[in-house]
Nanobody, 123 residues
Framework: QLQVVESGGGLVQPGGSLRLSCAASGLNLDYWAIGWFRQAPGKEREGVSCISNNGGSTNYADSVKGRFTISRGNAENTVYLQMNNLKPEDTAVYYC????????????????WGQGTQVTVSS
């Protein structure tokens, strides 16, 4: 069965860090790109970061550049999103999604979605 599953969310104080994981099953990450998206209450789902198939390229939303890092695990079929210097405006449900081959900015171009993991940044 093809699926992606997120984990690693939680409550963190401003300035803190979290690492989200996206475990892919039934998908060979040499051929599938993984994107991270987030949705805050009352807002549209927005793209955060993406890593292309085979890890060849990465991209980030301007709001997270320099603070978030996307990477692939060496052995496991997992993509990570390291989030540092978190801000209250990063609070959202974070989703990972898979699409065949390269990254695309639109969420409508992703085929498989996880259930989401809540990230709350608050003091």
């Amino acid at each position: 069965q093809l699926q992606v599953v997120e984990s690693g969310g939680g409550l963190v104080q401003p300035g803190g860090s979290l690492r989200l994981s996206c475990a892919a099953s039934g998908l060979n990450l040499d051929y599938w790109a993984i994107g991270w998206f987030r949705q805050a209450p009352g807002k549209e789902r927005e793209g955060v970061s993406c890593i292309s198939n085979n890890g060849g390229s990465t991209n980030y939303a301007d709001s997270v550049k320099g603070r978030f890092t996307i990477s692939r695990g060496n052995a496991e079929n997992t993509v990570y999103l390291q989030m540092n210097n978190l801000k209250p405006e990063d609070t959202a449900v974070y989703y990972c999604a898979a699409r065949y081959w390269g990254c695309r900015p639109s969420r409508y171009e992703y085929d498989y979605w996880g259930q989401g993991t809540q990230v709350t940044v608050s003091s």
